[in-house]
Structure formats: structure tokens, C-alpha cells
């Protein structure tokens, strides 16, 4: 059973950079045809997707968030992490990590964690 | 891009009775619908997928049917722990991928 657990700084400042890392337990971030992707929930809305990364290395983002995003992997330690710079309070928001088999739906999620932007 | 509307916003059901939500896409997307259950303080849990497949260790209660446009996931005898919010996804076309904006299923 495929594991994903997401961890990083709780509070971030405005204008700064937040930072994310979900780890991957059950199987490997760098078996073929598996996208890891960012999806988040800001309060009161609904789920929006940030962003992915293939197994390859391959990235692909949200086009309303893309000039603020890095999505980036560590094979090595099996995690692939987020970067979502200049953050506003806009961003305070849950933040998943997910998988999708290459169907384009996610079948494993993160437990999600959140991240609140404030001075 | 690919848009997807859900109705109603919110659902009010009696536990026991038969629960009807609705997606819509703005193309035709075939039959590439998955659908979510989001409870407070825990992930999203994928439902349904194909429109109509139950993902694994989904109760047969929960149902989906549609095509092209217009799609429906039908729990068909609320329990107490189906109260949640539901979202569709459509994956014809993605990235990105899109959610609807979710049905709020509460206890009438």
C-alpha cells in the first residue's frame, strides 16, 4: 500500500517562500508512469491542483500558479517536494500531496497539512 | 480547458434515503469522471472513476453513471458516514486537472 505523507513549516511570512516535502512509502517515486502532484484546499473552497511531477523528472503546472512554482524530486529519499514563492495569505491553505497511475485521477492522497501565511 | 459544474451546492438528505449529485463538463469528456468523498481533517478518497467503476473497498452503495457531458454519482442509502463533500474531476483533458467545486452533503 502506497503511503504519502507531507511535512513542512506550518507558518509562513508573506512575501517568503513555502516549502513542502511528501515522502513516498510502498513504492517508488521513480516507477514508470506515475505523476506526483500538489493539490490544495484554501479555507471555505474547493480542491485545486498546483501541480506535477512525472517519474521522469517531467514537470507540469497549474498555469494560474506556474510563475510561483517548483516542483522538484529526490529519489534517492523517495519525496518530491513543493516551492511556492512570494506567498500572500491567498496561499494559506491544506496542502496534499497525491499520486495519479498515469489515468489522470489520484488514487493515493497525503493526509495533507496546513499551511498558513502570516505575519 | 475543461470546466466542471456540480449541483446542487449543498444536499440535504435523511440518513437511509437515496442521495443524487450532479457534474457537469463543459465538453464532451466521455466517460473520463472520477468522483471524491472529502470528510473535514482527512484526505480526499477517491470514489469512483470511469464514471461508473468503484475504486477498491468502495461500498456498493455508491453509484456512477454519465457520458459526454452530464454525469451523476447516487448513494443509494445514506449512512451516517457518507455525510461529506463530494467533488467530480475530469481527466479527458489534463493537466490541469480540474474539480468541480464540490456538493456538501449534510444530514437533513
Same mark, same amino acid.
Not at chain 1, 521513480?30 to 485545486?48: C, F, H, M, N, V
Not at chain 1, 517536494?81 to 500572500?88: D, H, P
Not at chain 1, 499520486?99 to 498558513?116: C, I, S
Not at chain 2, 452503495?61 to 467530480?88: K, N, P
Given at each position: 500500500?502506497?503511503? *504519502?505523507?507531507?511535512?513542512?513549516?506550518?507558518?509562513? #511570512?508573506?512575501?517568503?517562500?513555502?516549502?513542502?516535502?511528501?515522502?513516498? @512509502?510502498?513504492?517508488?517515486?521513480?516507477?514508470? %508512469?506515475?505523476?506526483?502532484?500538489?493539490?490544495?484546499?484554501?479555507?471555505?473552497? %474547493? *480542491?485545486?491542483?498546483?501541480?506535477?511531477?512525472?517519474?521522469?523528472?517531467?514537470?507540469?503546472?497549474?498555469?494560474?500558479?506556474?510563475?510561483?512554482?517548483?516542483?522538484?524530486?529526490?529519489?534517492?529519499?523517495?519525496?518530491?517536494?513543493?516551492?511556492?514563492? @512570494?506567498?500572500?495569505? =491567498?496561499?494559506?491553505?491544506?496542502?496534499?500531496?497525491?499520486?495519479?497511475?498515469?489515468? %489522470? #485521477?489520484?488514487?493515493?492522497?497525503?493526509?495533507?497539512?496546513?499551511?498558513?501565511?502570516?505575519? | 480547458?475543461?470546466?466542471?459544474?456540480?449541483?446542487? /451546492?449543498?444536499?440535504?438528505?435523511?440518513? %437511509?434515503?437515496? /442521495?443524487?449529485?450532479?457534474?457537469?463538463?463543459?465538453?464532451?469528456?466521455?466517460?473520463?469522471? =472520477?468522483?471524491?468523498? +472529502?470528510?473535514?481533517?482527512?484526505?480526499?478518497?477517491?470514489?469512483?472513476?470511469? =464514471?461508473?467503476?468503484?475504486?477498491?473497498?468502495?461500498?456498493?452503495?455508491? @453509484?456512477?453513471?454519465?457520458?459526454?457531458?452530464?454525469?451523476? *454519482?447516487?448513494?443509494?442509502?445514506?449512512?451516517?458516514?457518507?455525510? /461529506?463533500?463530494?467533488?467530480?474531476?475530469?481527466? +479527458?483533458?489534463?493537466?490541469?486537472?480540474?474539480?468541480?467545486?464540490?456538493? #456538501?452533503?449534510?444530514?437533513?
Amino acid at each position: 500500500q502506497v503511503q *504519502l505523507q507531507e511535512s513542512g513549516p506550518g507558518l509562513v #511570512k508573506p512575501s517568503q517562500t513555502l516549502s513542502l516535502t511528501c515522502n513516498v @512509502s510502498g513504492g517508488s517515486i521513480s516507477t514508470a %508512469g506515475y505523476y506526483w502532484s500538489w493539490i490544495r484546499q484554501q479555507p471555505g473552497k %474547493g *480542491l485545486e491542483w498546483i501541480g506535477y511531477i512525472y517519474y521522469s523528472g517531467y514537470t507540469y503546472y497549474n498555469p494560474s500558479l506556474k510563475s510561483r512554482v517548483t516542483i522538484s524530486k529526490d529519489s534517492s529519499k523517495n519525496q518530491f517536494s513543493l516551492k511556492l514563492t @512570494s506567498v500572500t495569505a =491567498a496561499d494559506t491553505a491544506v496542502y496534499y500531496c497525491a499520486r495519479d497511475p498515469k489515468e %489522470g #485521477k489520484f488514487d493515493f492522497w497525503g493526509q495533507g497539512t496546513l499551511v498558513t501565511v502570516s505575519s | 480547458e475543461i470546466l466542471m459544474t456540480q449541483s446542487p /451546492a449543498t444536499l440535504s438528505v435523511s440518513p %437511509g434515503e437515496r /442521495a443524487t449529485l450532479s457534474c457537469r463538463a463543459t465538453q464532451i469528456i466521455s466517460n473520463r469522471v =472520477a468522483w471524491y468523498q +472529502h470528510k473535514p481533517g482527512q484526505p480526499p478518497r477517491l470514489l469512483i472513476y470511469g =464514471a461508473s467503476t468503484r475504486a477498491s473497498g468502495i461500498p456498493a452503495r455508491f @453509484s456512477g453513471s454519465g457520458s459526454g457531458t452530464d454525469f451523476t *454519482l447516487t448513494i443509494s442509502s445514506l449512512q451516517s458516514e457518507d455525510f /461529506a463533500v463530494y467533488y467530480c474531476q475530469q481527466y +479527458h483533458d489534463w493537466p490541469p486537472y480540474n474539480f468541480g467545486q464540490g456538493t #456538501k452533503l449534510e444530514i437533513k
